[in-house]
């Protein structure tokens, strides 16, 4: 049956000379099984970018670029007599299922900078740790993100969105948003800024540590109230105090959660 096609498509330890500094090279275009419906885009690596791009497109094509670093050489010293030759041999593989992409990387010695090209109406989870930041453009769908060591910025998209990094900041541009959909935007060192449309309802739990909060919505914030939480056991009530800001906009909806550590929280309307 069409929708159980699996199309796997590797290219194992194969030989190139790059320089850093090349720009990307195409890999392969993944066909999708049911061309023209939605789909979803599944990437998870250990170093490098990536970058995912909508387009009038029924396929999804991948390019990639690729650094020298090599993580578990501690000095690079040179052989007597000898020329260095950079290896660049790549073992990336793409499988397709019923429309959901997932790219495979195991490119354990090098950062893999990818640049994704996914018709309009796509979801992604993207996932990054060292070396690299994630970017989305034009993208309608539901996509949840995560970094460890980078930012992540998504431009013009439609949609849900959960995003997570440790260091870096997060910037989110929604062009429309799901009624219903909750949402989850966290760093531990870096801003958050997220752009709705001027219309969006929620309800907003805000925390920063070392920041401030800035809004440009007409926010009705709740008075902080102690979450009491009672041992049943011992028949004892411990309380506790958290300070989040809570409150809503436009009569309140889904719930958005923002928390940063040590970052500001940017809340804009458009």
Known sequence: MKNLRIILIALLWVPLILSAQEDSVELFTVPLSNPGSSGKLIVEQ?????????YEGTEVIVKASFGNDKGHYKDK??????????NSSMKISAEEKNNTVQIINEQWNKP???????????SLKLGTVNKGNITVNGVKGEFEISNVNGEITVEDVSG???????NGDIKVNFISVNSGASMAFSSMNGDLEVTFPSATKADLKLKSEMGDIFTDFDMAVDKQKPVVDKNNSGGKYKVKIE?????????????????TFNGDIIIRSK
């Not at 849900?160 to 440790?166: E, K, L, R």
């Not at 300070?243 to 928390?259: A, D, R, T």
């Open 112 to 122: 893999t900078n990818l640049e994704i090209k996914v018709p309009v109406n796509f």
């Open 46 to 54: 250990l170093a490098g970018s990536i970058d995912v791009i909508a």
């Open 160 to 166: 849900s969105v959960s995003a997570d990094t440790v």
């Open 243 to 259: 300070q989040w800001v809570n409150g809503s906009i436009n009569g309140g909806g889904p719930e958005m959660l923002f928390k």
């Open 77 to 86: 010293k040179e052989k007597d007599g000898l020329k260095r030759i950079e």
